[in-house]
Protein backbone atom coordinates (compact mmCIF):
# COMPACT_ATOMS: atom_id res chain seq x y z
CA UNK A 1 0.00 0.00 0.00
CA UNK A 2 1.30 3.67 -0.83
CA UNK A 3 0.59 6.87 0.21
CA UNK A 4 1.40 10.27 0.33
CA UNK A 5 4.44 10.44 -2.39
CA UNK A 6 3.61 13.71 -3.46
CA UNK A 7 6.22 13.62 -6.06
CA UNK A 8 9.09 12.29 -4.22
CA UNK A 9 11.54 10.36 -6.58
CA UNK A 10 13.93 7.59 -5.01
CA UNK A 11 16.33 7.28 -7.83
CA UNK A 12 15.54 8.25 -11.17
CA UNK A 13 12.13 7.69 -12.35
CA UNK A 14 11.66 5.81 -8.76
CA UNK A 15 13.23 3.06 -9.50
CA UNK A 16 14.48 2.35 -5.93
CA UNK A 17 10.87 2.44 -4.82
CA UNK A 18 9.38 -0.06 -7.67
CA UNK A 19 12.49 -2.36 -6.89
CA UNK A 20 11.42 -2.27 -3.46
CA UNK A 21 8.37 -2.78 -4.07
CA UNK A 22 8.61 -5.13 -6.17
CA UNK A 23 11.14 -7.09 -4.12
CA UNK A 24 7.90 -8.34 -1.87
CA UNK A 25 6.36 -9.59 -4.57
CA UNK A 26 3.02 -8.62 -3.91
CA UNK A 27 -0.43 -9.44 -5.07
CA UNK A 28 -1.57 -5.66 -5.93
CA UNK A 29 -0.88 -2.34 -5.29
CA UNK A 30 -3.09 -0.47 -2.95
CA UNK A 31 -3.15 3.45 -3.73
CA UNK A 32 -4.53 5.11 -0.74
CA UNK A 33 -3.74 9.30 -2.56
CA UNK A 34 -1.63 11.78 -2.85
CA UNK A 35 0.91 9.93 -5.10
CA UNK A 36 0.89 14.03 -6.10
CA UNK A 37 0.93 17.16 -5.17
CA UNK A 38 -2.11 19.46 -6.45
CA UNK A 39 -0.24 22.77 -7.10
CA UNK A 40 -0.76 24.98 -10.23
CA UNK A 41 2.15 23.33 -12.65
CA UNK A 42 2.94 20.93 -10.45
CA UNK A 43 4.81 18.10 -12.50
CA UNK A 44 3.14 14.70 -12.06
CA UNK A 45 6.27 12.46 -13.64
CA UNK A 46 7.58 10.79 -10.45
CA UNK A 47 4.48 9.16 -9.44
CA UNK A 48 3.53 8.20 -13.09
CA UNK A 49 7.16 6.91 -13.59
CA UNK A 50 6.49 4.30 -10.76
CA UNK A 51 3.27 3.06 -11.91
CA UNK A 52 4.24 2.82 -14.99
CA UNK A 53 7.41 0.18 -13.95
CA UNK A 54 4.89 -1.89 -11.53
CA UNK A 55 2.54 -1.86 -14.64
CA UNK A 56 5.13 -3.33 -16.94
CA UNK A 57 5.74 -6.28 -14.53
CA UNK A 58 2.55 -6.78 -14.59
CA UNK A 59 1.19 -5.81 -11.12
CA UNK A 60 -2.55 -5.09 -10.39
CA UNK A 61 -2.64 -1.45 -9.31
CA UNK A 62 -5.32 0.18 -7.73
CA UNK A 63 -5.47 3.67 -7.60
CA UNK A 64 -7.74 5.87 -4.59
CA UNK A 65 -7.60 10.00 -4.88
CA UNK A 66 -6.48 11.76 -2.31
CA UNK A 67 -6.93 15.26 -1.51
CA UNK A 68 -4.70 16.51 -3.80
CA UNK A 69 -5.81 14.57 -6.52
CA UNK A 70 -9.53 15.08 -5.61
CA UNK A 71 -8.92 18.92 -5.40
CA UNK A 72 -7.32 18.70 -9.50
CA UNK A 73 -9.89 17.13 -10.49
CA UNK A 74 -12.80 19.24 -8.93
CA UNK A 75 -11.25 22.90 -10.03
CA UNK A 76 -9.79 22.81 -13.38
CA UNK A 77 -10.13 26.85 -13.01
CA UNK A 78 -7.30 26.43 -10.89
CA UNK A 79 -5.79 23.21 -12.36
CA UNK A 80 -5.84 23.46 -16.44
CA UNK A 81 -5.50 19.98 -17.81
CA UNK A 82 -3.43 18.65 -14.77
CA UNK A 83 -5.79 15.65 -13.52
CA UNK A 84 -7.07 14.77 -16.92
CA UNK A 85 -3.35 14.21 -18.30
CA UNK A 86 -2.72 12.62 -14.86
CA UNK A 87 -4.97 10.32 -15.11
CA UNK A 88 -5.18 9.40 -18.79
CA UNK A 89 -1.42 8.30 -17.96
CA UNK A 90 -2.77 6.13 -15.92
CA UNK A 91 -5.73 4.55 -17.94
CA UNK A 92 -3.08 4.09 -20.59
CA UNK A 93 -0.47 1.82 -18.58
CA UNK A 94 -3.75 0.04 -16.73
CA UNK A 95 -4.33 1.47 -13.48
CA UNK A 96 -7.08 0.91 -12.29
CA UNK A 97 -9.09 4.70 -11.14
CA UNK A 98 -11.51 4.19 -7.74
CA UNK A 99 -13.09 7.57 -8.39
CA UNK A 100 -16.02 6.88 -6.20
CA UNK A 101 -15.95 3.04 -8.03
CA UNK A 102 -15.20 -0.17 -7.29
CA UNK A 103 -13.54 -2.91 -8.89
CA UNK A 104 -13.53 -7.12 -8.24
CA UNK A 105 -10.73 -8.48 -7.33
CA UNK A 106 -9.26 -12.46 -6.52
CA UNK A 107 -5.86 -13.84 -4.54
CA UNK A 108 -4.93 -16.35 -2.94
CA UNK A 109 -8.33 -17.60 -2.24
CA UNK A 110 -9.87 -14.40 -1.36
CA UNK A 111 -12.67 -12.42 -3.39
CA UNK A 112 -12.48 -8.95 -2.78
CA UNK A 113 -13.75 -5.80 -3.87
CA UNK A 114 -11.90 -2.82 -3.60
CA UNK A 115 -13.41 0.73 -3.58
CA UNK A 116 -12.27 4.00 -3.75
CA UNK A 117 -13.57 6.78 -1.70
CA UNK A 118 -13.32 10.37 -2.44
CA UNK A 119 -14.01 12.67 1.07
CA UNK A 120 -15.97 15.76 0.09
CA UNK A 121 -13.62 18.74 0.64
CA UNK A 122 -14.89 19.90 3.71
CA UNK A 123 -13.31 16.95 5.65
CA UNK A 124 -9.75 18.48 4.58
CA UNK A 125 -10.46 21.88 5.77
CA UNK A 126 -8.02 23.12 8.66
CA UNK A 127 -9.08 22.49 12.81
CA UNK A 128 -12.30 20.78 10.94
CA UNK A 129 -14.42 19.04 13.01
CA UNK A 130 -17.33 17.88 10.82
CA UNK A 131 -18.57 14.44 11.28
CA UNK A 132 -18.80 11.81 8.51
CA UNK A 133 -21.46 9.67 8.19
CA UNK A 134 -21.66 6.05 6.96
CA UNK A 135 -25.14 6.95 4.98
CA UNK A 136 -22.42 9.59 3.19
CA UNK A 137 -20.36 6.76 1.97
CA UNK A 138 -23.28 4.54 1.10
CA UNK A 139 -24.74 7.26 -1.29
CA UNK A 140 -21.28 7.36 -3.18
CA UNK A 141 -20.39 3.89 -3.33
CA UNK A 142 -23.46 1.64 -2.30
CA UNK A 143 -23.93 -1.23 -0.21
CA UNK A 144 -21.28 -3.55 0.41
CA UNK A 145 -21.30 -7.25 -0.44
CA UNK A 146 -21.21 -8.92 2.92
CA UNK A 147 -20.48 -12.13 1.06
CA UNK A 148 -16.96 -10.50 -0.16
CA UNK A 149 -13.79 -9.34 1.11
CA UNK A 150 -14.33 -5.44 0.85
CA UNK A 151 -11.54 -3.21 0.65
CA UNK A 152 -11.74 0.66 1.50
CA UNK A 153 -8.99 3.36 -0.32
CA UNK A 154 -9.92 6.30 2.05
CA UNK A 155 -7.47 8.39 2.16
CA UNK A 156 -8.16 10.32 5.60
CA UNK A 157 -8.20 7.68 8.50
CA UNK A 158 -9.90 10.22 10.95
CA UNK A 159 -13.26 8.81 9.83
CA UNK A 160 -12.40 5.41 10.84
CA UNK A 161 -15.35 4.33 12.88
CA UNK A 162 -17.93 5.40 9.72
CA UNK A 163 -15.81 3.20 7.19
CA UNK A 164 -16.07 0.23 9.32
CA UNK A 165 -19.26 0.83 9.98
CA UNK A 166 -20.70 1.49 5.87
CA UNK A 167 -19.05 -2.42 5.98
CA UNK A 168 -15.03 -1.89 5.44
CA UNK A 169 -13.81 -4.99 6.47
CA UNK A 170 -9.90 -3.26 5.71
CA UNK A 171 -9.75 0.21 5.37
CA UNK A 172 -6.24 1.69 3.71
CA UNK A 173 -5.74 5.27 4.25
CA UNK A 174 -2.67 8.18 4.37
CA UNK A 175 -2.91 12.09 4.80
CA UNK A 176 -1.89 12.58 8.18
CA UNK A 177 2.15 12.20 7.36
CA UNK A 178 2.74 9.71 10.35
CA UNK A 179 2.02 13.02 12.53
CA UNK A 180 5.14 14.62 11.47
CA UNK A 181 6.96 14.56 14.17
CA UNK A 182 7.33 11.56 16.17
CA UNK A 183 7.54 10.92 19.76
CA UNK A 184 8.92 7.69 20.85
CA UNK A 185 6.30 5.66 22.65
CA UNK A 186 3.61 8.60 22.23
CA UNK A 187 3.36 8.85 18.51
CA UNK A 188 2.52 11.44 15.91
CA UNK A 189 2.41 15.15 17.26
CA UNK A 190 -0.03 17.11 14.81
CA UNK A 191 -2.13 16.47 11.45
CA UNK A 192 -2.25 18.72 7.97
CA UNK A 193 -5.71 19.74 10.12
CA UNK A 194 -3.49 21.12 12.70
CA UNK A 195 -5.33 18.66 15.35
CA UNK A 196 -2.54 17.69 17.92
CA UNK A 197 -1.71 13.61 18.81
CA UNK A 198 -4.04 11.75 15.98
CA UNK A 199 -5.28 8.69 17.17
CA UNK A 200 -4.94 7.07 13.59
CA UNK A 201 -1.42 8.15 12.77
CA UNK A 202 0.20 5.38 11.30
CA UNK A 203 0.25 1.42 11.63
CA UNK A 204 -2.44 -0.95 12.19
CA UNK A 205 -6.03 -0.20 14.14
CA UNK A 206 -9.19 -2.45 14.66
CA UNK A 207 -12.79 -1.38 15.61
CA UNK A 208 -15.81 -2.92 15.66
CA UNK A 209 -13.71 -6.50 14.07
CA UNK A 210 -12.64 -3.98 10.83
CA UNK A 211 -9.28 -3.40 10.39
CA UNK A 212 -7.50 -0.09 9.54
CA UNK A 213 -3.85 0.21 8.10
CA UNK A 214 -2.60 3.53 7.85
CA UNK A 215 0.71 4.57 5.88
CA UNK A 216 3.31 7.59 7.09
CA UNK A 217 3.56 8.25 3.68
CA UNK A 218 6.59 8.24 1.36
CA UNK A 219 7.17 12.27 0.88
CA UNK A 220 6.43 15.62 2.01
CA UNK A 221 4.81 19.03 0.53
CA UNK A 222 4.53 22.42 2.38
CA UNK A 223 6.32 21.80 5.78
CA UNK A 224 9.14 19.64 4.33
CA UNK A 225 9.81 17.60 7.50
CA UNK A 226 9.95 14.33 9.40
CA UNK A 227 11.37 13.88 12.87
CA UNK A 228 11.62 10.27 14.05
CA UNK A 229 9.77 9.59 11.31
CA UNK A 230 11.04 8.03 7.65
CA UNK A 231 8.82 7.31 5.15
CA UNK A 232 7.34 3.89 4.83
CA UNK A 233 6.08 0.92 2.46
CA UNK A 234 3.20 -0.93 4.31
CA UNK A 235 2.75 -4.51 3.33
CA UNK A 236 -0.98 -5.99 4.07
CA UNK A 237 -0.91 -9.63 4.23
CA UNK A 238 -4.38 -11.02 4.30
CA UNK A 239 -5.53 -14.90 4.29
CA UNK A 240 -8.64 -16.74 2.52
CA UNK A 241 -10.06 -18.88 5.07
Not at 8 to 17: D, I
Not at 53 to 71: D, I, T
Not at 149 to 159: C, F, G, R, T, W
Request: aromatic share 10%; proline share 5%.
Amino acid sequence: MLADLHNKSYGEENVRLAEAILARRPDAVLVAGDLVTGHPGEAFLPAAALLRRLRAEGLPVFYGNGNHEYRMRLHPEAYGNLYIEYTKTLRDCGVILLENKKASFEAGGLSMEIYGFELDELYYRKFCRASLQEEEIEKALGTPDEKRYNILLAHNPVYFHAYARWGADLTVSGHLHGGIIRIPGIGGVITPQARLFPRYDAGQFRFEGKDLVVSRGLGTHTVNLRIFNPPELSVIRLKGK
